[in-house]
């Protein structure tokens, strides 16, 4: 994981009237990035015309096949998703149906799904290919940069407040906020060839936001 250092985000201050106390405002971003070790790509079978119910059985057809396939092979996870079934028109006359379902397909390496793709889409078409990083991974990274942004955050009120004359710093409220930032999908042409990829990283950023009270000592 590689960490990058953002500044700090604007500070504002709000004074309590007849009060030894002085309120910040700040907010603090730790920016990583994580390793795409996971492939993730969208295909679609479709069918289209007058019968919805015929096409229905066609667009399930493609899909067992389909879900055959990548049980065939090793690490592959599918999962069906979105079917559904639309009325078509022709100078707004109904003109047959559209009946489409998408699958799903990952895998933890690219090469395990490059030559995998290239079979499904002799009946399915490729609709989109991302590559991204596993959960575990996410979430290792992301409370390792929260973490950092914590201790920025209590480092800058605290140098804050002794630079304008106060003693202490006292946390009033906080909100740690995870902002993801990875790559969108990489749209495919539905060529049937194994589909080359380069995975990369993700960047992503954790923010930590809220107040303190600044405090003349005692």
């Avoid at 106060?166 to 990489?186: D, E, F, H, K, M």
């Amino acid at each position: 994981m590689k960490i990058l250092l953002w500044g700090l985000f604007p500070v504002s201050l709000a004074a309590s009237a007849g009060t030894a106390a002085q309120e910040i405002n700040l907010s603090v971003q730790q920016a990583y990035h994580v390793p795409n070790t996971l492939m993730v790509a969208q295909l679609q079978a479709s069918a289209t015309g007058p019968n919805a119910a015929d096409l229905g059985q066609k667009v399930n057809a493609k899909m067992r096949w389909a879900i055959q396939q990548t049980g065939k092979a090793d690490h592959v996870q599918a999962q069906t998703m979105n079917y559904h079934t639309q009325r078509d028109y022709v100078d707004g006359k109904p003109d047959g149906w559209t009946v489409q379902q998408t699958l799903q397909v990952s895998a933890p390496q690219s090469s395990r799904l490059d030559q995998l793709l290239g079979d499904l889409q002799s009946r399915l078409e490729l609709v989109s290919m991302q590559a991204a990083p596993t959960e575990s991974a996410r979430e290792s990274a992301a409370t390792a940069a929260a973490h950092q942004a914590i201790q920025r955050f209590k480092q800058r009120a605290n140098n804050f407040c002794k630079d304008f004359g106060y003693a202490q710093s006292v946390l009033n409220s906080v909100q740690i906020n995870t902002l993801r930032s990875s790559p969108g999908p990489v749209m495919m042409m539905a060529a049937r060839t194994p589909v080359a990829s380069a995975p990369g990283e993700s960047a992503m950023s954790v923010e930590v936001s809220g107040s303190v009270h600044c405090l003349n000592g005692q």
